[in-house]
């Protein structure tokens, strides 16, 4: 079955770095787009960044445009959310999620950012 298992969410002070991973299986990775979503407490879910099968081609949401670098490492079916100048504003929990049939998420992996 679709496993999608994220981890390296952690308290971070504003303007430090997380690196966040997404391991994948029980599909065929590479061929399929893959995301990172956030929900912060209260909020809908939002897209963060989106990287295609090829790692060719990443589009980001504006408030993260510049700070956060997204990639994937088709040998290890693993998906990276580099976060970078992080803000208060990026606490929330961060969701992977593939493009592979209906769709499917991962657990989540909470990013809390304070002093």
Known sequence: Q???VE????????GGSLRLSCAASGFS???YGMAWYRQAPGKQRELVAVVDRLNGSARYTDSVQGRFTISRDNDKNTVYLQMDSLKPEDTAVYYCYTEYGVGYWGQGT???VSS
């Open 2 to 4: 679709v496993q999608l």
């Open 29 to 31: 990775f590479s061929w």
């Open 7 to 14: 981890s390296g969410g952690d308290l971070a002070q504003p």
């Open 110 to 112: 909470q990013v809390t």
